[in-house]
């Protein structure tokens, strides 16, 4: 079974910037997958961050473009999500997903609090 392990949320200031991470670990059978991050903030829908393929293809929340840049190291089987210029509506908690056409992981999440 694959687990993700996330880090690197925390607590910024309007205009700040974190990375975030995410390592699958265990059998990963198909090479061909998406890896990707969602986010959810209180009381909305999780939507979409940002995905990439393991060859690289990218999909980016419309929203987000030019803030954001999503990145993956398939030796290491992990995603990196660079998030720049923060907002407060940026605040919510980012889920790690991994998804190939026989599994649909999440993370456990992790907090993204921007805030002065």
């Known amino acids: 079974q694959v687990q993700l392990a996330e880090s690197g949320g925390g607590t910024v200031q309007p205009g700040g910037s974190l990375r975030l991470s995410c390592t699958a670990s265990?059998?990963?059978?198909?090479?061909?997958?998406?890896m990707g991050w969602y986010r959810q903030a209180p009381g909305k829908q999780r939507e979409l961050v940002a995905s990439?393929?393991?060859?690289?293809?990218?999909n980016y929340a419309s929203s987000l473009k030019g803030r954001i840049t999503i990145s993956r190291d398939n030796g290491e089987s992990t995603v990196y999500l660079q998030m720049n210029n923060l907002k407060p509506e940026d605040m919510g908690v980012y889920y790690c997903?991994?998804?190939?056409?026989?599994?649909?992981?999440w993370g456990q999440g992790t907090q993204v609090t921007v805030s002065s």
């Open positions: 990439i393929s393991s060859n690289g293809g990218t």
């Open positions: 265990g059998k990963i059978f198909n090479h061909n997958n998406i």
């Open positions: 997903n991994f998804w190939d056409p026989q599994l649909d992981i």
